[in-house]
């Protein structure tokens, strides 16, 4: 049997503690630093793997299509 999907709602009083974004980075200077922490496992990575980033509505429909498919090998 199927597991049903519950969905979670925060309380009202619920504080958001989250930093407000004020640097703006464009995603060619962002992606390289990111895969080098990752390939060498920095932990500092870890920190903000739960953070959000904002993107463009046409990245966001790029990245949800490329999610759905599966890149060949080349």
Known sequence: MATRLRLY????????DRPTPEINVRLGDLLPLAAVAQRMNFIWLKDFLDDE???SHDLYEVMQAFRGSRPTSA
Do not use: E, F, S
Not at 9 to 16: E, G, K, S, Y
């Open 53 to 55: 980033v904002m993107v």
């Open 9 to 16: 709602t925060a309380p009202a009083d619920a504080v958001d």
